[in-house]
């Protein structure tokens, strides 16, 4: 039987599974990854580990499961996206950690750019924040001119940095290339004008490829270390976002879902980038299937904030007594009010220096009451996407990511929002699913991308939570207070 073998390269983990012709998954693996948090707003993360956490999962497979590596005729990815990542001209220099989508330091060259070329975003699609790889490079160039002049290719994907171990390839992909700040989305291209403008270096920016394309072919050194077979063709793969949203089955004009993992998002397909929204944070990226846009508002706090809350109510990675916890409290959480930003946000309120905070604490609080606060407070960030971003106010909703594991966060969700929800079952792997559309259009296992969308995702097996509409009712009234809290508490912040 073949095999093709997928890596998503997430935040908090990697997560491996091998698929058959028929979409089938087997030998699902994670581990887990480790993030450094600096005092100037750094977020960054060890290349080497995902490294090391990709031939962990491969050699799990070989030694531990028994599969073989001649039955896995092509590998493919998705991975987090905004990241910029050093390969140094000489191999033995030790590598830089990767400065991560989430890692901010770069706010004055996010203002210099746009000062200095205002009308980027029209050929970009994006607007240039300091999350933006591009505004990361100039930073890098003032402030770490060496590690800048030592490198000899910036890539902008976690995955990119496995494939070029694995291939010696700089690559990345149009969904990863649209967060860069760089790429003209409807050409897919990089915008050269801006990046010479700029004075970046055009030498030192990956090749982009779509996510069939093939990068290159695994190398005896690779081969040696991963287990897989010599030459075993390697595809170029999928950011994240272009894979959960494949794993949606969103694939036409107007179709939407909600993803909930590390962070979170809500996302919609379009033909073009709409100008008319009525707020800030939404990226514009190139789709798998060719043009087409993923319109996508993002939340930095989603499954983040839930495992903090895991950590601080119920122990450290104690979900089930969490869960437990959260079944103990009835809606509206005996009055506590939640705000998630404990890590900022970028939409709907795009404000680095936000905080979380609860509000309504009585004599009569419990352990549990703030366990669904939390919950409730993160499905409230949900409801706010969508009542400003999703077009279609009815009918069912697709939600995938890790989250979904959570039948009661589910169903809070269900009864927040008034909508049906899909689960796709395996949806903690879905992306995986998602990314492995790549090849099988490659391999010609389906006619495209929709088809694949048809004939495996759409099909398949769902959770489906309907919402309770008196507890509908009674969250729209808390939602109404919910909303008041970031305007009151903002003063605070600084």
Known sequence: MDYIAVFDIGTTSIKGVLIDQEANTMGACSVLLETYNGPNDEVEQDPLDWWNGVKEISNTWWKEMGFDPKQVVMITFSGQM???IFIPKDEGTPL???????DTRAHEEAAFINCKIPAIGEKTGNDIRASTPIAKLLWLEKN???LYKDT???VFNAKDFIIYK??????TDPTTGATTGIMNLK??????DAVEALGIDTKKLPKLLNAEAIAGYLSACASAETGFAKDTPILCGAGDAGASTMAAGTVNQGDSYLYIGTTGWAAMIQEEVKTDHSFDGVFNLAHLPGETIISISPLLNVGNVHRWAVDT????????DFETLLSKSSIGSNGILFLPYINGERCPVNDPEAKGAFWGIGPKTEKSDFVRAVIEGICFSLKQLIELFVTDASGTITLIGGGTKSATWCQILADCIGRTIRVPAESEFMPAIGASASAFVKLGWVIDYKDFAERFIRSTTSSVYQP?????????EIFERFLKLYPSLKSMYR
């Open 82 to 84: 905004e990241d910029v």
């Open 96 to 102: 830089n950690k990767a400065i991560l989508y989430s």
């Open 144 to 146: 770490k001119p060496n």
């Open 152 to 154: 000899a290719c910036f």
């Open 166 to 171: 694995m291939t010696h390839a700089f690559v």
């Open 187 to 192: 050409k897919r291209q990089w915008e050269m």
């Open 313 to 320: 109510f119920a122990g450290e990675k104690a979900f089930d």
């Open 468 to 476: 309770n509409y008196d507890n509908h009712r009674t969250y729209n």
